[in-house]
């Protein structure tokens, strides 16, 4: 940060561009094993709960297929429940979210300059998207089989 030019504005919005895609694949890192540590903590007995926080903060990574393959080993509708929104649209979340993940990963090995702003809020929308999916979806009070995307019993939505 030492060497950035303060007086030239894109210098400093691109370092930030770079600084929220970290943050943003980070959140998703945060969310995905909180909610787990909680959904666990709350349906499984303590040995139970303890055993999967073992796996927790571990460095799994967020890529659609990291995410898919997460869910799916706590209740197998749930990997077609994401996949259906990582699909939506063409799939657009599943690629913001990879992209996002794979610039990230260029950042933390000097490179990222080709993160632009526009690039790094789009990539942080999806991410907010798929954490809210995580959030509803791991609600203890959720009934595993009941999909987030139904709302006709579901106070969540």
Not at 29 to 49: I, M, N, P, Q, Y
Request: aromatic share 6%.
């Amino acid at each position: 940060m030492r060497n950035l030019d303060r007086n030239n504005p894109d210098v400093v919005e691109r370092a930030m561009a770079r600084y929220l895609v970290v943050r943003a694949a980070g959140f998703i890192e945060a969310v995905r094993d909180d909610v787990a540590d909680l959904f666990a903590t709350e349906k499984a007995s303590g040995e139970v709960a303890r055993r999967i926080r073992v796996h927790l903060r571990g460095g799994q990574g967020v890529t659609p297929e990291q995410l898919l393959t997460f869910v799916n080993s706590f209740h197998p509708s749930w990997h077609g429940e994401l996949d259906a929104l990582l699909s939506c649209e063409d799939n657009l979340l599943r690629g913001r979210i990879g992209a996002m993940v794979a610039a990230r990963k260029k950042i933390a090995h000097g490179d990222g300059e080709n993160v632009t702003t526009s690039r790094a809020l789009a990539w942080t929308e999806a991410a907010e998207e798929v954490v809210k999916w995580l959030v509803k979806r791991f609600d203890p009070k959720q009934p595993a089989s009941l999909p987030v995307s139904d709302t006709s019993n579901n106070p969540l939505t």
